[in-house]
T-cell receptor, first 113, second 114 residues
Framework: AQTVTQSQPEMSVQEAETVTLSCTYD???????LFWYKQPPSRQMILVIR??????QNATENRFSVNFQKAAKSFSLKISDSQLGDTAMYFC??????????FGTGTRLKVLA | DAGVIQSPRHEVTEMGQEVTLRCKPI?????LFWYRQTMMRGLELLIY????????DSGMPEDRFSAKMPNASFSTLKIQPSEPRDSAVYFC????????????FGPGTRLTVT
């Protein structure tokens, strides 16, 4: 069975600081994709970043980057220079073999002014 | 380009009534997904379609739920009869085949069944 685990239900960070959200996963597939989605209070799910498992290089999108550790099955999200607009629920997701996402339970991030 | 469009944004109905949620995927996308989000159960995939054909409906909670996709630009999720435990936010998402697997979500419909 495929699983995605986010062990941090809530986190907070001061504006302009850096924060890392954790995600671990389990799959028996060799080819898979990992995603981070952001859900702000407006509840719209927004894709933040994606990572292909066959790529060793960590994905980066502006202030967002990942630390992909394939052997450890870990996929953490780093947010640099945190902004108030980053306050949201963050979901880690795995897709492999089919088009079905497996979502984690989410981490609620609050950026403090 | 317009994103995924869902209607209505909010729906309040009484127990026993029929509820129909609507979704228009991004033009050209060939996968469509229906999700339900609750505090207790998180995000659950209910059903997904490929080229208008249902591929996996194993997440549909019971026979009261049904989904259709009559054409590439429209899908419905129907609950009949509705129950208070169906109260949730329902999301539609679409995706394009070709390897990137990214899903684009609509704004969701908040359903309240009293």
């Amino acid at each position: 069975a495929q699983t995605v685990t986010q062990s941090q239900p809530e986190m907070s960070v001061q504006e302009a600081e850096t924060v890392t959200l954790s995600c671990t996963y389990d799959t028996s597939e060799n080819n898979y994709y990992l995603f981070w989605y952001k859900q702000p209070p407006s509840r719209q799910m927004i894709l933040v970043i994606r990572q292909e498992a066959y790529k060793q290089q960590n994905a980066t999108e502006n202030r967002f980057s990942v630390n992909f550790q394939k052997a450890a099955k870990s996929f953490s999200l780093k947010i640099s220079d945190s902004q108030l607009g980053d306050t949201a629920m963050y979901f880690c997701a795995l897709i492999s073999g089919t088009y079905k996402y497996i979502f984690g339970t989410g981490t609620r991030l609050k950026v403090l002014a | 380009d317009a994103g995924v469009i869902q209607s209505p944004r909010h729906e309040v109905t009484e127990m026993g009534q029929e509820v129909t949620l609507r979704c228009k995927p991004i033009s050209g996308h060939d996968y469509l997904f229906w999700y339900r989000q609750t505090m207790m159960r998180g995000l659950e995939l209910l059903i997904y379609f490929n080229n208008n054909v249902p591929i996996d409906d194993s997440g549909m909670p019971e026979d009261r739920f049904s989904a259709k996709m009559p054409n590439a630009s429209f899908s419905t999720l129907k609950i009949q009869p509705s129950e208070p435990r169906d109260s949730a936010v329902y999301f539609c998402a679409s995706s394009l085949a070709g390897g990137r697997y990214e899903q684009y979500f609509g704004p969701g419909t908040r359903l309240t069944v009293t």
